[in-house]
């Protein structure tokens, strides 16, 4: 199947995306058998058609929650079964329920059908190593932030822990975000800087590499990340599941000094359960710490 095929059946799936979408008029579209088809499909888009129909339904689907429609209303609306079979693979796919996101993702573009570079489904080796690459620079841009704390001569200890299940600590002792009681404000600051868009497999493939991504998109690709930030006599808690929003701020007094400690797991559907690397970690402190003074930054693991 060449491209200007699969161009015509992705943007088909667009136009009729209300709709239950037949694996044999998709097949027809293009002149192959359903069978044929369907492998066709997976070589060149990295995922059975079934699975791209369903992730294209339901990023629709989050445009229409928020225009606050309900959500048993738009899981039939895209042709779902039933509003729980809709709930199950909503929740399946971003990580967060309908009424979740309709309550706290602020806005959404449903994003452009593309169709892969290289049409291939094989996996080698320097797609592993991108992967890593990219997993390792989610921690690398907020460690930035903690550096740049630390030029500006607010910072002077940070600290990198491995932690279980894939997981990383990274702490400072800094400023912390100017966050207040002011929930509205404090809100608006977390959303500009945190606040992202879930991210599927068939986005991530076509965005390369992550070296300055900004922290939304790193926060997007996030399967969970929580935010502890300590200031000003309070300590402010925020946690996000591939960049939305889980609950209202919680506040509470501050115990300790002032600084930022977050928590992240990178989303595992697309990077697998791979574990963060000390080399990589320790290669990058280094560099980066070798013109700045007054400043520890320790990289160690919970276990050991």
């Given at each position: 199947?060449?491209?200007?095929?699969?161009?015509?059946?992705?943007?088909?799936?667009?136009?009729?995306?209300?709709?239950?979408?037949?694996?044999?008029?998709?097949?027809?579209?293009?002149?192959?058998?359903?069978?044929?088809f369907?492998?066709?499909?997976?070589?060149a888009?990295?995922m059975?058609?079934?699975g791209?129909?369903?992730?294209?339904k339901l990023?629709?689907?989050?445009?229409?929650?928020?225009?606050?429609?309900?959500?048993?209303?738009?899981?039939?609306?895209?042709?779902?079964?039933?509003?729980?079979?809709?709930?199950?693979?909503?929740t399946?796919?971003?990580?967060?329920?309908?009424?979740?996101?309709?309550?706290?993702l602020?806005s959404?573009?449903?994003?452009?059908?593309?169709?892969?570079?290289?049409?291939?489904?094989?996996?080698?080796?320097?797609?592993?190593?991108?992967?890593?690459?990219?997993?390792?620079?989610l921690?690398?841009?907020?460690?930035?932030?903690?550096?740049e704390?630390?030029?500006?001569?607010?910072?002077?200890?940070i600290?990198?822990?491995?932690?279980?299940?894939?997981?990383?600590?990274?702490?400072?002792?800094?400023?912390?975000?100017?966050?207040?009681?002011?929930l509205?404000?404090?809100?608006?600051?977390?959303?500009?800087?945190?606040?992202?868009?879930?991210?599927?497999n068939?986005e991530?493939s076509?965005?390369g590499?992550?070296?300055q991504?900004?922290?939304?998109?790193?926060?997007?690709?996030?399967?969970?990340?929580?935010?502890?930030?300590?200031?000003?006599g309070?300590?402010?808690?925020?946690?996000?599941?591939?960049?939305?929003?889980?609950h209202?701020?919680?506040?509470?007094?501050?115990?300790?000094?002032?600084?930022?400690?977050?928590?992240?797991?990178p989303?595992?559907s697309?990077?697998?359960n791979e574990?963060?690397?000390?080399?990589?970690?320790?290669?990058?402190v280094?560099?980066?710490?070798?013109d700045?003074?007054?400043?520890k930054?320790?990289?160690?693991?919970?276990n050991?």
């Amino acid at each position: 199947m060449n491209r200007d095929m699969l161009e015509n059946v992705l943007a088909y799936i667009d136009d009729h995306i209300y709709e239950k979408i037949n694996l044999c008029v998709l097949a027809e579209l293009v002149g192959y058998s359903p069978f044929y088809f369907s492998k066709l499909f997976s070589d060149a888009m990295g995922m059975p058609v079934t699975g791209y129909i369903r992730i294209r339904k339901l990023q629709y689907a989050i445009v229409s929650l928020l225009e606050g429609r309900k959500v048993l209303d738009v899981a039939m609306l895209y042709a779902f079964d039933s509003h729980e079979g809709f709930t199950r693979a909503f929740t399946q796919l971003f990580g967060s329920t309908p009424s979740t996101v309709r309550k706290y993702l602020t806005s959404y573009a449903v994003p452009v059908y593309v169709v892969p570079k290289t049409i291939s489904g094989r996996i080698n080796m320097e797609a592993i190593s991108s992967l890593q690459h990219n997993m390792h620079q989610l921690v690398f841009e907020f460690l930035e932030q903690s550096i740049e704390e630390t030029k500006a001569g607010f910072c002077t200890n940070i600290e990198i822990t491995l932690l279980p299940k894939c997981r990383i600590r990274i702490s400072d002792n800094g400023r912390g975000l100017p966050l207040s009681k002011d929930l509205h404000a404090s809100k608006a600051v977390l959303d500009k800087i945190l606040a992202g868009n879930p991210i599927t497999n068939a986005e991530y493939s076509q965005m390369g590499d992550l070296i300055q991504a900004g922290l939304q998109t790193v926060n997007s690709l996030c399967e969970a990340l929580q935010i502890i930030v300590k200031r000003d006599g309070n300590t402010f808690q925020q946690d996000y599941v591939r960049g939305i929003t889980q609950h209202e701020l919680y506040i509470n007094n501050l115990v300790g000094s002032s600084g930022t400690e977050i928590i992240l797991k990178p989303d595992t559907s697309i990077f697998g359960n791979e574990d963060f690397s000390l080399e990589i970690l320790n290669d990058w402190v280094k560099q980066k710490s070798r013109d700045i003074d007054n400043i520890k930054i320790d990289v160690k693991s919970a276990n050991g």
